[in-house]
């Protein structure tokens, strides 16, 4: 059974930092591709930033180029989610997502496995 759990949202204060993990197992994380998604309620889910299989190649969202960075750690199954410089337009529940072509990918329906979220807030 897959599952991806993630970790690390809570409150924080415009222009601060947050760290995101995703926990990933029943799976061969090292095969798949990953990506973080967010959703505030009452809009569509967006893509956030995504890794391929070996954690070097990325894609971002042109909102948070320069700002979040992707990483994963294939040795311990995790994904992480580094958000620097925290806007108000960045508070989301966020998801982590798994597809099995193990690429860089930015559509959320070609992504097969999802966590159930972490809740992000950003204070003005």
């Known amino acids: 059974q897959v599952q991806l759990v993630e970790s690390g949202g809570g409150l924080v204060q415009a222009g601060g930092s947050l760290r995101l993990s995703c926990a990933a197992s029943g799976l061969t994380f090292r095969l798949y591709g990953m990506g973080w998604f967010r959703q505030v309620p009452g809009k569509e889910r967006e893509f956030v930033a995504s890794?391929?299989?070996?954690?070097?190649?990325?894609s971002y969202a042109d909102s948070v180029k320069g700002r979040f960075t992707i990483s994963r750690d294939n040795g311990k199954n995790i994904l992480y989610l580094q958000m620097n410089k925290l806007k108000s337009e960045d508070a989301a529940i966020y998801y982590c997502?798994?597809?099995?072509?193990?690429?860089?990918?930015?559509?959320?329906?070609?992504?097969?496995?999802w966590g159930l979220g972490t809740q992000v807030t950003v204070s003005s």
């Open positions: 890794a391929d299989w070996s954690g070097d190649t990325t």
């Open positions: 997502a798994a597809n099995n072509r193990g690429a860089a990918l930015l559509n959320s329906r070609e992504f097969t496995f």
